[in-house]
């Protein structure tokens, strides 16, 4: 195997790490149902829980709503771990309505308090002995967006139509997470590419992935770093 599709072959694999189609995923952590209820796409080949910005959007609408519920947010929070249908029914069971009486699964039951000492901490860190030490952020490229309405058969193909490659075009829409988009709806998805394809990505890079990934095939072990070098290379010519 060429160096170069090894090095695509660990950032492939670090991206599959972080998608569980049946599980909760994304950075909201929403299952599929409730992504699903929402209007997300989530299938083999799309998964809108890993779209930042639209799982933000249904994460608030689902707060909201368990709050429309309850009147209350700290139930409403626990709504958010468990379903609003989990705790209708601890509530009714345990003949309470106040979240610190119920008798909850272990994550559920500790969720509010982990929400209450991150708030303590983050509040007054250099009481805790936490030196307040913020990390330089590279910040999200400058972007275009390239809009289809069709069914994409080979993603190889259509990244370097639109001026990229397949390695990028997934980070920048880890929302697309199969080889090909069917869409015989003629939906039309929106793809972000970098404006500027010899832009130096390394930095962003370095902000989404952690610094070494590993692999345990014939690579054995490998370090981001040299896999951002191969990608910035691969993406300037």
């Not at 308090?113 to 250099?126: C, D, G």
């Not at 330089?136 to 190889?156: R, Y």
Request: aromatic residues 10%; hydrophobic residues 40%; contains cysteine.
């Amino acid at each position: 195997m060429p160096d170069d599709f090894k090095y695509v072959a660990i950032i492939e694999s670090h991206l599959s790490n972080v998608i569980s189609p049946m599980g909760a995923s994304g950075f909201w952590q929403l299952m599929p149902v409730t992504a699903q209820h929402y209007g997300l796409i989530v299938n083999s080949e799309v998964d809108e829980r890993l779209d930042v910005e639209k799982a933000t959007v249904v994460a608030c609408k689902h707060f909201k709503d368990a709050h429309n519920y309850f009147k209350n947010w700290t139930l409403s929070a626990a709504a958010y771990n468990v379903g609003i249908g989990g705790i209708q029914n601890a509530l009714k069971k345990q003949n309470t309505n106040n979240y610190y009486d119920l008798l909850l699964n272990k994550e559920t039951g500790s969720f509010i308090y982990r929400i209450l000492a991150y708030k303590t901490l983050l509040s007054n860190p250099t009481h805790f002995g936490v030196k307040n030490k913020i990390k330089k952020s590279g910040g999200f490229p400058a972007f275009k967006i390239v809009k289809m309405d069709s069914s994409i058969t080979n993603l190889s193909a259509f990244a370097k139509h639109i001026g990229t490659n397949t390695i990028v075009l997934k980070t920048f829409n880890p929302w697309l997470i199969g080889e090909q988009l069917t869409n015989p709806d003629k939906k039309t998805f929106q793809f972000k590419i970098p404006k500027n394809k010899n832009i130096d990505l390394s930095v962003y890079f370095n902000d989404v992935f952690s610094q070494e990934a590993i692999i345990d095939t014939t690579l054995k072990t490998a370090t981001l770093t040299d896999t951002l070098k191969i990608i910035t290379d691969t993406l300037k010519k």
